[in-house]
T-cell receptor, first 113, second 113 residues
């Protein structure tokens, strides 16, 4: 099993550009989440999903969109990148609402200039 | 606002000593989890404790939970240089329908050989 795969690992965007961060898992996990990690801020939840077709907002959803058309994939879209979105983004998945813990991807380091 | 707050923010100890990290949270929880993050990597799930449990062990890890004080502690016994990492607590609140795991800001542990 590959676990949780995030692509790309690094990305530089110009202000105003849009892009999609990809996240895929091969563990048949129902629960998937996106977090951003900034120095001194810990991890903040952006969006999460409890199954295909079901998504909800987390703590910091503004400027981001998600969709969950399949169990395996949970892409995160930046609509119009801003310097404040410079961060490290982590995708995570869990089998049963975190009862066994979440499996994290290795992250995408995004810089918006 | 974040659910979990960790204390201390940074901890430096010698190899062989015990390390204790504390986490406080604000609302009623279903479970509390601890994760480790090595520099530049994704998070790794360490241990989960449910709201009806008071103590849990896993190898050199001991987690306690006091729901009346809304606090938890993680004890790492006989620490090793390889334990150097950031440690985060994360909570799954009772009131939400699932999938929403909120992290604290983390404790940065440095174990000197």
């Amino acid at each position: 099993n590959a676990g949780v795969t995030q692509t790309p690992k690094f990305q530089v965007l110009k202000t105003g550009q849009s892009m999609t961060l990809q996240c895929a898992q091969d563990m048949n996990h129902e629960y998937m989440s996106w977090y951003r990690q900034d120095p001194g801020m810990g991890l903040r939840l952006i969006h999460y999903s409890v199954g295909a077709g079901i998504t909800d907002q987390g703590e910091v959803p503004n400027g981001y969109n998600v969709s969950r058309s399949t169990t395996e994939d949970f892409p995160l879209r930046l609509l119009s990148a801003a310097p404040s979105q410079t961060s490290v983004y982590f995708c995570a998945s869990s089998y049963n609402d975190g009862q066994g813990g979440y499996t994290f991807g290795s992250g995408t380091r995004l810089t918006v200039v | 606002s974040q659910q979990g707050e960790e204390d201390p923010q940074a901890l430096s100890i010698q190899e062989g000593e015990n390390a204790t990290m504390n986490c406080s949270y604000k609302t009623s929880i279903n479970n509390l989890q601890w994760y480790r993050q090595n520099s530049g990597r994704g998070l790794v799930h360490l241990i989960l404790i449910r709201s009806n449990e008071r103590e849990k062990h896993s190898g050199r890890l001991r987690v306690t939970l006091d729901t009346s004080k809304k606090s938890s502690s993680l004890l790492i016994t006989a620490s090793r240089a390889a334990d150097t990492a950031s440690y985060f607590c994360a909570t799954r609140a009772v009131y939400n329908q699932g999938g929403k795991l909120i992290f604290g800001q983390g404790t940065e542990l440095s174990v000197k050989p």
